[in-house]
């Protein structure tokens, strides 16, 4: 084999394992986080909880901008379920509720 064929060889290899991974991608099979691309400021949101109910569906407790929501997700929606107001700091609960463990 001359070494033009195996450069050729190697970049159909490539080629192939790029189109699945677009594939897998579309599907949501696969991720490739790309390190970088974040702005280095603080995240504002962030997945607190996810409770799955079937193989499809699942309800997600996410932070938004310091606020609270759950969604419902499905195959085929996203639906919000609560808005909550800000998460309460313990400095802020009435003595009661701490001092009960409730």
């Known amino acids: 084999m001359e070494l033009t064929e195996q450069i050729a060889m190697i970049l159909v ?6 189109g699945l991974l ?8 696969a991720s490739l986080p790309l390190v970088g691309r974040r702005s280095g400021g603080q995240r504002r949101m962030e997945v607190l909880e996810r409770v799955p109910l079937t193989p499809q569906h699942a309800i997600h407790l996410v932070r938004v ?6 969604i419902g997700t ?3 929606s996203c639906t919000i379920l ?8 313990p ?5 009661n509720i701490l001092s009960t463990g409730q």
């Open 65 to 70: 901008s310091g606020k609270v929501v759950l």
């Open 82 to 89: 609560d808005s909550a107001l800000p998460e309460a700091s």
């Open 91 to 95: 400095a802020s609960l009435p003595q």
């Open 74 to 76: 499905a195959p085929s």
């Open 13 to 18: 290899v490539f080629a192939l394992l790029g």
């Open 22 to 29: 677009f594939i897998l991608k579309r599907r949501g099979m």
